[in-house]
C-alpha cells in the first residue's frame, strides 16, 4: 500500500504502549464530533508482528452515535482529532485509514476485525471507552478486553494483556469480517514524519 500524502507527525513507538492523560476541551470534542451514517458496529484492530505473528498492539473503533476511536496507550493522534485519555474523536474514513497506515510496515500487519451491533451496545462501548481513563503503558490489551468483556454479544471474549487472545476471541464471534492491511513501509516509519499545519483545516478530517 502506497503511504497516504497526509499523516502524522509523530514518532512511531509500536511495541512500547504509552500515554499522559489528556483531556480536550468540550468545543473542540463537540466540533470534531463525525458520525458515519453507517450501522452500528465495533471493529478490533490488531497490530501484528509478521516474524513470529506477536499481537503488539491492540485499538478498538466504535461506530455509533458518533464514530470514535479507543486507542489506548497508543501513540497516535492528529491535530485535528481531540483525544481524551486514549478515546480520539472525530474519526473520519481519512482518519481511519491514517490510524491503519500508521501501524503497518514492512515488519508489521494490521488485522481488522469488524462486527455490526445493535445502537445499544454501541453506545454502551463508547460510554465505557469514554469512563475508562489514561491508559498505562503495556495495558492496551488489558484496557480494550475490560470494554469488550460483558457487552451483550462480547461475552466470549477474556480479560487479558494479550492482543493476539482478544484477536482471536474476537474472530469467532458470529458475524464478524476480517480484513488485513499490509504495508511496506520502513520500519522506522520515517515516511509518516511531516508537518500538519498545512492541512490540518482543510475539509474531510
Given at each position: 500500500?502506497?503511504?497516504?500524502?497526509?499523516?502524522?507527525?509523530?514518532?512511531?513507538?509500536?511495541?512500547?504502549?504509552?500515554?499522559?492523560?489528556?483531556?480536550?476541551?468540550?468545543?473542540?470534542?463537540?466540533?470534531?464530533?463525525?458520525?458515519?451514517?453507517?450501522?452500528?458496529?465495533?471493529?478490533?484492530?490488531?497490530?501484528?508482528?509478521?516474524?513470529?505473528?506477536?499481537?503488539?498492539?491492540?485499538?478498538?473503533?466504535?461506530?455509533?452515535?458518533?464514530?470514535?476511536?479507543?486507542?489506548?496507550?497508543?501513540?497516535?493522534?492528529?491535530?485535528?482529532?481531540?483525544?481524551?485519555?486514549?478515546?480520539?474523536?472525530?474519526?473520519?474514513?481519512?482518519?481511519?485509514?491514517?490510524?491503519?497506515?500508521?501501524?503497518?510496515?514492512?515488519?508489521?500487519?494490521?488485522?481488522?476485525?469488524?462486527?455490526?451491533?445493535?445502537?445499544e451496545v454501541a453506545e454502551?462501548?463508547?460510554?465505557?471507552?469514554?469512563?475508562?481513563?489514561?491508559?498505562?503503558?503495556?495495558?492496551?490489551?488489558?484496557?480494550?478486553?475490560?470494554?469488550?468483556?460483558?457487552?451483550?454479544?462480547?461475552?466470549?471474549?477474556?480479560?487479558?494483556?494479550?492482543?493476539?487472545?482478544?484477536?482471536?476471541?474476537?474472530?469467532?464471534?458470529?458475524?464478524?469480517?476480517?480484513?488485513?492491511?499490509?504495508?511496506?513501509?520502513?520500519?522506522?516509519?520515517?515516511?509518516?514524519?511531516?508537518?500538519?499545519?498545512?492541512?490540518?483545516?482543510?475539509?474531510?478530517?
Amino acid at each position: 500500500m502506497r503511504r497516504l500524502a497526509f499523516s502524522l507527525a509523530i514518532t512511531l513507538a509500536l511495541a512500547a504502549c504509552g500515554a499522559e492523560p489528556i483531556w480536550a476541551p468540550d468545543e473542540a470534542v463537540a466540533r470534531a464530533r463525525y458520525v458515519s451514517g453507517e450501522r452500528p458496529s465495533i471493529t478490533l484492530y490488531t497490530v501484528v508482528r509478521k516474524s513470529g505473528n506477536e499481537g503488539a498492539h491492540s485499538g478498538l473503533m466504535i461506530d455509533g452515535s458518533q464514530r470514535v476511536m479507543f486507542d489506548p496507550a497508543g501513540t497516535w493522534h492528529h491535530p485535528t482529532v481531540p483525544e481524551r485519555n486514549d478515546l480520539h474523536y472525530g474519526i473520519t474514513e481519512r482518519m481511519r485509514k491514517f490510524y491503519i497506515d500508521y501501524h503497518a510496515r514492512e515488519t508489521y500487519d494490521v488485522v481488522e476485525h469488524k462486527i455490526y451491533v445493535s445502537p445499544e451496545v454501541a453506545e454502551l462501548a463508547i460510554r465505557r471507552a469514554e469512563a475508562y481513563g489514561a491508559v498505562n503503558k503495556a495495558f492496551c490489551g488489558n484496557s480494550v478486553s475490560d470494554i469488550l468483556k460483558g457487552l451483550p454479544g462480547f461475552e466470549t471474549v477474556p480479560r487479558t494483556f494479550f492482543p493476539n487472545k482478544i484477536m482471536n476471541a474476537f474472530a469467532k464471534l458470529p458475524g464478524v469480517t476480517t480484513k488485513i492491511h499490509h504495508d511496506g513501509d520502513p520500519d522506522n516509519n520515517s515516511g509518516v514524519l511531516m508537518v500538519q499545519a498545512s492541512f490540518g483545516n482543510q475539509s474531510g478530517y
